[in-house]
């Protein structure tokens, strides 16, 4: 996996910033009839087309940029070692063994070592976080239902 670490410098940022409103504009205008979008470059006559759900993307690693974050950009498909796993989830590698071999996230074995795809790895997280959410949901009803004073 490979990460670029560079925080972004602060003509970057201004330059991200003013880049967006042209983004949103170009993306209300085209791409509600269109699922492409053509660019062209100054000083040049070369024009491309590109998915208009690439520049979403260059909208949201703009948005990044802008807000002075570093962009990495991650392959679903790749697949991490158990303490490359355990670092996303900031967990403990031995914590994370444990889920996988309870079954909460698959994973593949490669002689004796255990593998786990990003993708199973995010989609474990969003519903981790979908769980907490509802839990608080239901902390915070018992409360007021208690007149805790929340």
Same mark, same amino acid.
């Given at each position: 996996?490979?990460?670029?670490?560079?925080? &972004?410098?602060?003509?970057?940022? *201004?330059?991200?910033?003013?880049?967006?409103? /042209?983004?949103?504009?170009?993306?209300?205008?085209?791409?509600?009839?269109?699922?492409?979008?053509?660019?062209? $470059?100054?000083?040049?006559?070369?024009? #491309?087309?590109? &998915?208009? +759900?690439? *520049? @979403? =993307? %260059?909208?949201? #690693?703009?948005?990044?940029?802008?807000?002075?974050? #570093?962009? /990495?950009?991650?392959?679903?498909?790749?697949?991490?070692?158990?303490?490359?796993?355990?670092?996303? %989830?900031?967990?403990?590698? &031995?914590?994370?063994?444990? %889920?996988? @071999?309870?079954?909460?996230? &698959? $994973?593949?074995?490669?002689?004796? =070592? +255990? +593998?786990?795809?990003?993708?199973? %790895?995010?989609? $474990?997280?969003?519903? +981790?976080?979908?769980?907490?959410?509802?839990?608080?949901?239901?902390?915070?009803?018992?409360?007021?239902? *208690?007149?805790?004073?929340?």
């Amino acid at each position: 996996m490979e990460d670029v670490k560079k925080a &972004p410098t602060k003509a970057d940022q *201004l330059l991200a910033e003013r880049s967006l409103s /042209s983004i949103e504009q170009v993306l209300k205008k085209q791409y509600e009839n269109t699922k492409t979008i053509e660019i062209s $470059f100054a000083g040049d006559e070369s024009r #491309i087309k590109i &998915p208009g +759900r690439a *520049l @979403e =993307h %260059l909208q949201e #690693i703009l948005q990044t940029m802008a807000e002075g974050k #570093i962009v /990495s950009l991650i392959d679903y498909e790749e697949v991490l070692t158990t303490q490359e796993a355990a670092d996303i %989830l900031n967990i403990s590698r &031995p914590y994370l063994v444990k %889920l996988l @071999e309870s079954g909460e996230i &698959p $994973f593949t074995k490669v002689g004796k =070592h +255990r +593998r786990v795809r990003i993708k199973d %790895l995010y989609a $474990f997280k969003e519903e +981790r976080q979908k769980k907490r959410k509802q839990k608080m949901k239901e902390l915070t009803k018992q409360a007021q239902d *208690l007149d805790m004073g929340y």
